[in-house]
């Protein structure tokens, strides 16, 4: 049996090959809770608002791709005075951006601060990343996402990726826009742009600001540019646009056949409804324009909340049919306690009414909006992906980020559908002292469905299955609460199906043949682990129901298109206790692959370098030697360590006390016969074909492998 981290209300005993051994229980892992006091959150559990708690974000643009929006950020980051005071939030030592993303406008996947200007960024003849706009497009036939960036008020970059999320490459090595370009030397600001995408593919860029010595009520610093087709060219010179009283930011939206540009009013504005600092529109029936202003949408945010007038800056967007507006507000820094103009993300839905093209009025809140479908905790989750959060902090590494946690902090997911049922946790974790996990239902401190027991791996990530002491069902707010350091990968809730188990029920031997093919049933988690979902083969029929990647091979089916992390386990018989000799059947077409192999999670090979074999489909023979095994029943583990291997077979001969005869066929002798793959077959008779067998004797205690020749 699988040595699992058990999760149970009572006594769970683990049994493995040297016989019981006594787990943690329930009441003991709760101790590991006892003294633990949980870390601040800043957002109440009725609050979607601000989007996420655990770095600040500005200037937000939405980008909506593949059915899932993303927000992308200025990455606001605190100054300090000489005293190391938090000072004044100056702007000048920004160089990333934030980017996060959801299906559900509640639950946010954190993917980080990406290196966008200065030396480590990807456009590093910028030395600042502020108010992105971002898009994809089909560009020779594949999809590339596109960011475009102001470089503090001196101009516009853009980068390009073949993700949403980067990394980032500079395609041209300068400005798209700066103060060289056409109709652009007069404008203050060179900065904010937005990004239109047009129904026939063409895009526009709408951007700049600032309001030049009494031209307060017409500054005349917004331009509209065409792009070229690659969308990292111009196409013509940029035109001017004269929204009254602009002070900055820029919005683009077609709606209902009419182009609608939007920006952030100056502090000159003594009108109503144009008030400061308030989001206003204007509308035209062509992309450059000439447009007429038509209206305010959305006031500062310091009339929604204490504390926060200061600049404005949105993006209107349409999601599953309705209509939203992102903005920054400073409700954040002042839940925190301090000062000097950080600013997070809101999301509030507006009112739009698509047949006429106009825009009403949005009201800023910390509600937020309506999650728009419920999470599914059967998916592979990232651990950055959260609705609340206490104290943890996201970093790069493991499938792409991490959170790193302490003891205290937690976080929460929103409305979790566990229908039908839940029974088990698959979690990718490391830690460097030992934690646990608790894992609570609807409160950060309701009630416990159970806990993970990380072990100290050294800083190593560990894929660790949990079986729930309880099945979970209906729909829950979820939390995961961390009793000391741990970095968290991911996670994904099974319903367990079919227990771990031989695969068709009959173990293979050793010694013998272990054909990597017939890995034990059971499931995600307990029988394998897989990175990604796909089954990778296009020829392959066998087992295309499961996620492990198999092909066709020389002698059967052979393990492919493996990856670091990944790994099979097998429901094995050791007839004898020895020392092995292990010969495997391995291909790899580059440097670097290999795996390792444990026994009821003892290793007992080492890592196995797999050599570069010149092709995927050219062969060799490894050999190596195992550590001693016992006698009896035990799961063995192939794990991958090295990527990109092909993995045949592996052959286990005893070293030390296997028999080799040559038998006639008419031997009569009271033997339970094997195939050399450890497949059972019958009894010894006369009529065995000729060919190499394992045969065991159950009353003698004897085994031996046999070598039949036909005799005539």
């Known amino acids: 049996m ?92 920004i160089n990333t951006i934030n980017c996060i993303s959801s299906k559900d406008l509640v639950n946010w996947t954190d993917h980080g601060s990406m290196k966008i200007a200065g030396s480590a960024g990807a456009a590093k003849w910028a030395s600042c990343s502020w108010a992105p706009t971002a898009m994809h497009a089909t560009v020779d036939g594949k999809e590339k996402f596109f960011l475009y960036f102001a470089n503090n008020g001196s101009g516009v970059g853009v980068v390009t990726s073949d993700t949403p999320y980067g990394p980032w490459t500079d395609p041209i090595g300068k400005e798209l826009i700066s103060r060289s370009t056409p109709t652009c030397s007069s404008v203050t600001w060179l900065f904010d742009p937005a990004v239109l995408m047009d129904d026939d593919g063409t895009a526009y860029v709408y951007f700049g600001g600032g309001v030049p010595t009494g031209m307060q009520a017409d500054p005349g610093t917004a331009r509209v540019v065409k792009l070229g087709k690659d969308y990292i060219s111009l196409d013509g010179s940029p035109v001017q646009i004269n929204p009254p009283y602009l002070f900055e930011d820029a919005g683009a939206n077609k709606i209902g056949g009419k182009y609608l540009y939007s920006y952030c009013s100056n502090w000159n504005c003594t009108g109503d409804p144009m008030g400061s600092a308030q989001i206003c529109y204007m509308t035209s029936s062509n992309p450059m324009g000439p447009f007429t202003y038509t209206g305010m949408i959305f006031k500062n945010p310091g009339n929604f909340f204490a504390n926060s007038y200061g600049n404005n800056h949105h993006a209107v967007f349409e999601f599953k049919g309705e209509y939203y507006i992102a903005y920054h507000a400073m409700v954040l820094q002042n839940a925190i306690g301090v000062t000097g103009g950080y600013r997070s993300t809101h999301i509030d839905k507006i009112p739009v009414d698509v047949s006429a093209g106009t825009i009403g009025q949005a009201t800023g809140t910390v509600t937020g909006v309506s999650q728009v479908k419920t999470f599914d905790p059967f998916e592979r989750t990232e651990a950055e992906t959260m609705a609340w959060m206490g104290g943890i902090e996201t970093v790069d590494g493991g499938s792409g980020m991490l959170v790193n946690a302490t ?30 996990i608790k894992v609570c239902l609807d409160k950060v401190d309701g009630d416990v469905a159970g806990y993970i027991e990380v072990p100290n791996t050294g800083g190593t990530l560990k894929s660790i299955t949990a079986e729930l002491s309880a099945s979970i069902s209906g729909k829950h707010d979820l939390f995961f609460v961390f009793s000391n350091n741990c970095s968290f990968d991911y996670w994904q809730f099974r319903t367990i199906e079919v227990a771990q188990g031989a695969y068709e029920g009959e173990m293979q031997t050793i010694p013998g043949r272990l054909e990597v093919e017939r890995y034990d049933v059971g ?127 592996i052959d286990f001969k005893s070293s030390t006390t296997t028999e080799v005869a040559d038998m006639r066929q008419d031997k009569s002798e009271d033997y339970d016969v094997y195939t050399i793959a450890g497949i059972y077959i019958g009894k010894w008779t006369k009529d065995l074909p000729a060919g190499c067998y394992l045969l065991r004797d159950e009353k003698k205690g004897e085994a031996k492998t046999i070598l039949v020749k036909n005799h005539k």
Request: charged share 20%.
């Open 2 to 93: 699988k040595n699992h981290f058990l999760l149970s209300t009572a006594v769970a005993f683990l049994l493995n090959s040297s016989g019981l051994s006594l787990a943690a229980t329930d009441a003991e892992l709760a101790q590991q809770f006892s003294n633990v006091t949980l870390s601040t959150g800043y957002k109440s559990q009725s609050n979607h608002n601000p989007l996420m708690t655990q770095r600040y974000g500005a200037d937000p643009y939405v980008m909506v791709y593949d059915d899932e929006v993303f927000v992308y950020m200025t990455n606001d980051i605190y100054e300090y005075d000489s005293n190391g005071a938090i000072t004044t939030n100056g702007y000048g030592k």
């Open 407 to 436: 003891k205290g902090d937690w976080i929460g997911l929103s409305n979790v559908d566990f229908s039908p049922r839940a029974d088990a946790i698959v979690i990718n974790a490391s830690s460097t002292t030992g934690a646990v």
């Open 523 to 649: 499931g995600e988690g307990f029988a394998y682990h897989d990175e990604d979902s796909k089954y990778n083969s296009e020829e392959c029929t066998f087992r295309t129901d499961e996620a492990v990647d198999l092909d066709n091979g020389e002698t059967g089916y052979v393990l492919g298109w493996t990856i670091k992390g990944e790994w099979t386990e097998y429901t094995v018989d050791v007839t004898e206790t020895d020392e092995y000799t292990w010969t495997a059947k391995v291909a790899s077409g580059l440097d670097g692959s290999s795996f390792r192999l444990y026994l009821d999670d003892e290793d007992i090979t080492g890592n196995i370098e797999v050599p570069n074999t010149g092709a995927w489909s050219s062969y060799e023979d490894i050999t190596g030697q195992t550590s001693s095994i016992e006698k009896g029943q035990h799961v063995l583990k192939l794990a991958i360590e090295g990527s990109y291997c092909n993995i045949d077979y």
